[in-house]
């Protein structure tokens, strides 16, 4: 069965700029999970959906959303990218808001 | 929100040597999960936990939910047990539950031949 895949892997964008990654979950997940991950840190939450909608919001700035599709794949938008958006950016799903988690291999995003 | 400290944060092994980390947070959970992150970043799932004690080949895991810690305990570490090792716990917040994960700061364990 495939895990998480997440898209792209590596990502380059300049101050100002906006971005858009994305996340399948396993099949059958229907709640996925967006982490920031800063070198040398644990990650972070972000969001989390479940069944297309919004469960849980960490402490980031409105320049990030996010959504999921009646697939369940999901996307994370990032607007006005700054120096500090630089890091490993990871989707987890679940069975359901509270089951265990997996994580797919993040994508790497750098701010020039 | 709840605080997850991981110690030590720096380990030192020889190959076949065994080792104990800890996980330590402030608050009741309902989800704690054990991950190995490698060093292309890709967290690899340990143990689901909340509770209780699992084993699974030379890696094993207790967590005493009353005692709010839990341990994770590698036996005959072998150098492809390196890298990083994170705690991460899902709480009650407030009155709205959802999955959120909170993460401990790691654990970097190095197995020398």
């Known amino acids: 069965d495939a895990g998480v895949t997440q898209s792209p892997t590596h990502l380059i964008k300049t101050r100002g700029q906006h971005v858009t990654l994305r996340c399948s979950p396993i099949s059958g997940h229907k709640s996925v999970s967006w982490y920031q991950q800063v070198l040398g840190q644990g990650p972070q939450f972000i969001f989390q959906?479940?069944?297309?909608?919004?469960?849980g919001r960490g402490n980031f700035p409105d320049r990030f959303s996010a959504r999921q599709f009646p697939n369940y794949s999901s996307e994370l938008n990032v607007n006005a990218l700054l120096l500090g958006d630089s890091a490993l950016y990871l989707c987890?799903?679940?069975?359901?808001?509270?089951?265990?988690?997996?994580f797919g291999p993040g994508t790497r995003l750098t701010v020039l | 929100g709840i605080q997850v400290e991981q110690s030590p944060p720096d380990l030192i092994l020889q190959e076949g040597a065994n080792s104990t980390l800890r996980c330590n947070f402030s608050d009741s959970v309902n989800n704690l999960q054990w991950f190995h992150q490698n060093p292309w970043g890709q967290l690899i799932n340990l143990f689901y936990?909340?509770?209780g004690t699992k084993q699974n080949g030379r890696l094993s895991a207790t967590t005493v939910a009353t005692e709010r810690y839990s341990l994770l305990y590698i036996s005959s570490s072998q150098t492809t047990d390196s890298g990083v090792y994170f705690c991460?716990?899902?709480?009650?917040?407030?009155?709205?539950?959802?999955?959120?994960?909170?993460f401990g700061q790691g654990t970097i364990l190095t197995v020398h031949p």
């Open positions: 991460a716990v899902g709480a009650v917040a407030g009155g709205t539950s959802y999955g959120k994960l909170t």
């Open positions: 959906y479940y069944e297309k909608e919004e469960r």
């Open positions: 987890a799903s679940s069975l359901t808001s509270y089951n265990e988690q997996f």
């Open positions: 936990i909340p509770s």
